[in-house]
């Protein structure tokens, strides 16, 4: 069965960095697109980023252009955010997304369990 399991996540001052990980198991996963999303209690989940199956075409929600980068490293089956200059509102729960190079949710075949980021002003 496929799995993906976010880590990295945590308590962060405004302007520091985190970088998120996405280890994926069960599948080929240089075959997949990779995206990540964020959601906040009472909100849906929206697009953070994407990129295609070898992480040369990637694309970004214009809240984090210049400030999130997106990669992959398929020989050890992980997808990557590096989160720089972070705001407080980016605090959100990440997940990262399997199966589609798409901005919305519902394209995406496969799910993380998330992981918690906070921003502190």
């Known amino acids: 069965q496929v799995q993906l399991v976010e880590s990295g996540g945590g308590l962060v001052q405004a302007g520091g960095s985190l970088r998120l990980s996405c280890e994926a198991s069960?599948?080929?996963?240089?075959?997949?697109?990779m995206g990540w999303f964020r959601q906040v209690p009472g909100k849906e989940r929206t697009f953070v980023a994407g990129m295609n199956w070898s992480g040369e075409s990637v694309y970004y929600a214009d809240s984090v252009t210049g400030r999130f980068t997106i990669s992959r490293d398929n020989t050890k089956n992980t997808a990557y955010l590096q989160m720089d200059s972070l705001k407080p509102e980016d605090t959100a729960v990440y997940f990262c997304?399997?199966?589609?190079?798409?901005?919305?949710?519902?394209?995406?075949?496969?799910w993380g369990q998330g992981t918690q980021v906070t921003v502190s002003s």
């Open positions: 069960g599948w080929t996963f240089s075959n997949y697109a």
């Open positions: 997304g399997g199966g589609a190079w798409s901005r919305r949710p519902g394209d995406y075949a496969y």
